[in-house]
């Protein structure tokens, strides 16, 4: 589902014009949506065995969507916010190394904020970890659409037709080694960790 929606949210975004600009509306409002469906994901409703199986497939495959939603347009701000590649690959370089930081600051935490918060209730525990982790990163999100700032503004003549993009995307071969690549080695580490 990433590897399709990814590109159709990229597509999107690259043609969104709004006073706030083409991707910062996107981390802002989409933020919320993502909070929601985080908290959505964590939360066992009382439904039958099947039931739940399905409430969990839809609220997780919504949760991935949102999360596009938030992500690709953030992870192309530093392409509108200067022209300059170092500048560009100094923010990068910043965003991957926090997001580095506060995965490991979060996979250490949040097993002993889930058992303090369900007291034995693991599906409670999971629900209350993702509400505070949710509560906590609305106002970074925040943070980040109000310090950014979109500074680059392509021409409306530099935005080819939805087909011709799809069209350069299957019909462009190093891209599909690539993909190729990272399926296989994914496949392979998930595998390895599923097993």
């Not at 709004?18 to 989409?30: E, I, M």
């Amino acid at each position: 589902w990433d590897a399709f929606i990814d590109p159709v949210i990229g597509l999107i975004t690259e043609r969104t014009q709004t006073k706030w600009g083409r991707f910062r509306p996107y981390v802002l409002f989409g933020a919320v949506l993502l909070c929601v469906f985080n908290i959505l994901t964590f939360t066992v409703p009382s439904l039958s065995g099947t039931s739940k199986i399905i409430y969990a497939g839809v609220t997780y495959l919504l949760l991935g969507t949102v999360y596009s939603i938030v992500n690709v347009p953030y992870g192309a701000l530093a392409t509108v916010m200067t022209r300059d590649t170092e500048e560009r690959t100094s923010l990068n370089s910043f965003r991957g190394f926090f997001s580095l930081i506060s995965n490991v600051i979060t996979g250490a935490l949040v097993m002993p904020l889930v058992l303090h918060i369900g007291q034995g209730n693991n599906a409670k525990g999971f629900q209350g970890a993702a509400i505070v982790l949710s509560l906590i990163s609305l106002p970074m999100f925040a943070m980040v659409f109000l310090k950014c700032k979109e500074t680059i503004t392509p021409p409306k003549s530099a935005h080819p037709k939805m087909k011709d993009s799809l069209n350069a995307v299957i019909k462009n071969k190093p891209l599909a080694l690539a993909l190729t690549h990272l399926f296989l080695v994914f496949t392979g580490l998930f595998s390895r960790l599923g097993v």
